[in-house]
């Protein structure tokens, strides 16, 4: 599986220590995250991470293409509900495509816990077919 993972700075270490519980999950997925986001947990963890630009300079919108082409199959994207962002528009704009191709979408690590362990124990296996049969490619 395709999986993202986006924190603000503040909740930054949250994430990293998000990732190491759940490191023995995630070893054996695609990983990509925004720019910051993605140094953080590669330095704290031994898991290879396709990191993409920072949040405020276009990392979003970069993770929102690969969701407009239903190739993402989670993001965990921990908001900091608390402080404006310069880049809100690319904020909204990726939930709002996540919403539009029904991808799982955590925004706090209490419905990150629930997705990550079904992920773990194959609940997410609908989104292989999503893969194999995706409009325009193989239909
Ligand atoms: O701003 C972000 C998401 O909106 C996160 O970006 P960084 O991971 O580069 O800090």
Same mark, same amino acid.
Request: aromatic fraction near 8%; charge should be negative; proline fraction near 4%.
């Given at each position: /599986?395709?999986?993202?993972? +986006? !924190?603000?700075?503040?909740?930054?270490?949250? /994430? $990293?220590?998000?990732? &190491? !519980?759940?490191?023995? $999950?995630?070893?054996?997925?695609?990983?990509?995250? @925004?720019?910051? @986001? #993605? @140094?953080? +947990?590669?330095?704290?963890?031994?898991?290879? +991470?396709?990191?993409?630009?920072? #949040?405020? =300079? #276009?990392?979003?919108?970069?993770?929102?293409?690969?969701?407009?082409?239903?190739? /993402? *199959? =989670?993001?965990?994207? %921990?908001?900091?509900? %608390?402080?404006?962002?310069?880049?809100?528009?690319?904020?909204?704009?990726?939930?709002?495509?996540?919403?539009?191709? #029904? &991808?799982?979408? !955590?925004?706090?690590?209490?419905?990150?816990? &629930? =997705?990550?362990?079904?992920?773990?124990?194959? *609940?997410?296996?609908?989104?292989?077919?999503?893969?194999?049969?995706?409009?325009?490619?193989?239909?």
């Amino acid at each position: /599986m395709n999986i993202a993972f +986006i !924190a603000h700075d503040r909740k930054k270490e949250e /994430m $990293v220590n998000f990732v &190491i !519980a759940y490191e023995h $999950v995630f070893e054996d997925h695609k990983l990509y995250s @925004t720019g910051t @986001t #993605g @140094t953080r +947990i590669m330095e704290q963890t031994n898991l290879s +991470i396709h990191r993409f630009a920072s #949040g405020p =300079l #276009g990392g979003d919108q970069q993770i929102g293409a690969l969701v407009a082409d239903n190739e /993402m *199959d =989670l993001i965990v994207f %921990l908001r900091d509900p %608390l402080m404006a962002q310069p880049h809100e528009p690319d904020i909204n704009a990726l939930l709002r495509l996540c919403d539009v191709q #029904g &991808i799982p979408l !955590a925004t706090n690590v209490a419905t990150a816990e &629930i =997705l990550v362990k079904a992920l773990d124990r194959g *609940d997410f296996a609908w989104r292989e077919l999503v893969h194999k049969y995706k409009p325009g490619v193989d239909a």
